[in-house]
């Protein structure tokens, strides 16, 4: 008996190594999304990238960077996290996006943010096709890093997998379906920190 459970246990205790990192009990003090940095080579956009968009409506390029940076800030809004001020934050950081964790951090206490900020990266975004996608394969990180002390409180690390897109008849409403499901699905363990007052 205990020989047929020895390799069930040594497979369990390899899973759990290869885990991220688990989400804290809860997060205090306030976080500030920063913009997602795109490491595709397109643009990804969302919106802005037609003749229409340009001229006529006069919108300028939004892409899944931006996406993803909105939702976040929404998801955890909903959840009951104090998230920073936007127009102070785009005040702050003057349009600069991050380049790794390293370069949220640094670009956090160079802009004077002092609490936590969550740092995403976008490492594939693929459509499975232009028109009617059904799926877009995503890979993305995401990190809560503390700018005054500069230490990791979580990370997650999504593989490449398919994200449905049901209904979308163009790329681009196909690029918010996706972003909205893989941020919710990224953030969903994040809690704040209960209130001891």
Not at 65 to 82: N, W, Y
Not at 110 to 138: H, K
Request: aromatic share 4%; net charge positive.
């Amino acid at each position: 008996m205990m020989r047929r459970l020895r390799p069930a246990l040594l497979v369990l205790a390899l899973a759990a190594g290869c885990a991220a990192h688990a989400a804290p009990l809860g997060l205090s003090g306030s976080i500030t999304v920063l913009p997602a940095n795109n490491r595709t080579s397109g643009p990804l956009l969302v919106e802005g990238g037609s003749l229409i968009d340009r001229y006529i409506r006069k919108v300028g390029p939004v892409g899944v960077a931006d996406v993803l940076q909105s939702e976040a800030r929404f998801q955890l809004q909903e959840k009951g996290f104090d998230v920073e001020d936007w127009n102070a934050q785009q005040a702050a950081l003057k349009g600069r996006v991050p380049t790794s964790r390293e370069s949220a951090l640094a670009l956090a206490r160079e802009s004077g943010i002092t609490n936590r900020v969550l740092y995403l990266e976008i490492r594939r975004w693929e459509p499975d096709a232009p028109t009617q996608t059904r799926f877009v394969i995503v890979a993305l990180s995401a990190s809560v890093v503390d700018a005054a002390t500069g230490q990791e409180l979580w990370r997650e690390d999504r593989r490449a997998a398919p994200v449905p897109t049901p209904g979308t008849i163009n790329l681009e409403s196909a690029y918010v379906v996706a972003a909205r499901r893989v941020i919710a699905e990224m953030l969903a363990p994040l809690r704040p920190a209960p209130d001891l007052r």
